[in-house]
């Protein structure tokens, strides 16, 4: 029994080191033939009805995406707007001092980070693996992308190749610190959907559940810009 025991422990180290010497080519082929980029690269948009959690509580909410970088949300009970439109994050809440704010850093970029049609990490050049890291126990590949300003941290599954965690650290003027984790994928027309993701920041932590998603849905581009203060 205790040898078995010892040549199992051997199987499993020599495994997981030779997972850790995979290519990142077939690292990221693998990872984008799980996301489906191919079945993405014809959708232009995206709306999908779910809730937004926050430190204010649950809300039910219609999410609508569009490429290349435009997001906007609209919360169903109260009058609360939030959007991305390549250039601005902004705001429409009852609880803020002017009627139409616009978001602080953080709130940006996680409006820039929710959805993306397939991976995040598709197109992105100088991508370094850097082996095996264990997140709860369970084994992702550790993926990191420099871009100068921002150190960029991907986690993937070795099991599944799905994107499990990014991290954002900003490493030039103020700090910014995001975690994005998919808490859940569910499936799609056959493809893996992240259904649950979960930002936590050092001051905020939000949430946004998918369960309703509907592919090519029209949105004017003016929705996702932010009017004039009155």
Do not use: C
């Amino acid at each position: 029994m205790k040898k078995q025991f010892i040549m199992s422990l051997i199987l499993l180290i020599g495994g997981t080191h030779m997972r850790a010497q995979d290519s990142i080519k077939y690292i990221l082929d693998k990872h984008h033939e799980a996301h489906q980029q191919r079945f993405w690269e014809g959708i232009k948009t995206l709306s999908a009805k779910g809730n937004w959690l926050s430190i204010h509580g649950s809300y039910p909410a219609t999410f609508y995406f569009k490429k290349p970088d435009k997001y906007l949300m609209i919360n169903q009970r109260s009058r609360f707007i939030e959007a991305w439109d390549g250039v601005h994050s902004w705001t429409i809440a009852k609880w803020t001092k002017s009627s139409i704010a616009e978001l602080s850093a953080e709130e940006t970029l996680i409006n820039q980070l929710i959805f993306s049609f397939g991976s995040p990490l598709n197109g992105v050049e100088g991508i370094v693996n850097k082996g095996i890291i264990y997140l709860d126990h369970v084994p992702h590949y550790w993926l990191i992308e420099d871009q100068g300003h921002v150190l960029i941290e991907y986690f993937l599954s070795i099991k599944t190749f799905l994107l499990a965690k990014t991290i954002f650290t900003k490493k030039i003027g103020d700090p910014l610190f995001v975690t994005r984790e998919v808490v859940k994928y569910g499936n799609f027309q056959g493809v893996s959907f992240p259904t649950h993701i979960k930002f936590k920041t050092p001051t905020m932590v939000a949430e946004y559940v998918f369960n309703k998603i509907t592919l090519g849905d029209s949105v004017k581009d003016k929705r996702f810009s932010m009017p004039e203060k009155r």
